[in-house]
């Protein structure tokens, strides 16, 4: 039998790990407060294909995303982060909401930054692996959940249930 999936709800914080960080949704209207921390996307090959991407010497697999360079919007990111990291070009976009991410305690402590996340349609080009990334996957939406991050669970399930992803109950 399946374990429950959590399942963000909107402004709701959500600590992460031993509780030093917290995490939130957004809906797509404003971004919350916060320092822009790039964005990522749900990369759909067909209606049921999603890409993956794995970073060089981590286990789970993750969305393609990454920080804005200087004068980039947030779609701009989007679409150079998913050519540079999935290589693969984004035909179509569409903004999902935002992830606010809270530093609790440490040396980093009041940091607040913020990540949009996309449905992308997208088309993919020849395999290159580039910069830290060790590996692209296709997968199924039916998988994608369990290839994720477990700790961002309810954020990553909320990503996937806003780009149309059934993930269970």
């Not at 049921?48 to 981590?58: A, M, P, S, T, Y």
């Not at 961002?152 to 993930?167: C, N, Q, T």
Request: some cysteine.
């Amino acid at each position: 039998m399946n374990k429950p999936v959590s399942v963000a709800k909107d402004f709701e914080v959500l600590p992460v790990g031993d509780g030093s960080w917290t995490h939130a949704w957004y809906p797509p209207a404003e971004p919350p407060e916060g320092q822009s921390h790039g964005s990522g996307g749900v990369c759909f090959t067909s209606p049921d294909q999603i890409v993956l991407i794995r970073i060089r010497g981590c286990e789970p697999f993750e969305f393609a995303q990454g920080r804005p360079e200087e004068g980039e919007s947030w779609e701009d990111t989007l679409r150079r982060e998913v050519m540079e990291e999935a290589r693969a070009a984004v035909l179509e976009a569409k903004l999902l909401g935002y992830q606010q991410i809270c530093c609790l305690k440490g040396e980093l402590a009041g940091l607040v930054r913020v990540r949009s996340f996309w449905k992308a349609n997208v088309k993919l080009l020849n395999w290159i692996p580039q910069q830290e990334i060790e590996e692209r996957k296709l997968v199924s939406t039916r998988n994608v959940l369990s290839l994720l991050p477990a700790i961002y669970e309810p954020i990553m399930a909320r990503i996937l249930v806003e780009a149309g992803v059934e993930v269970g109950a």
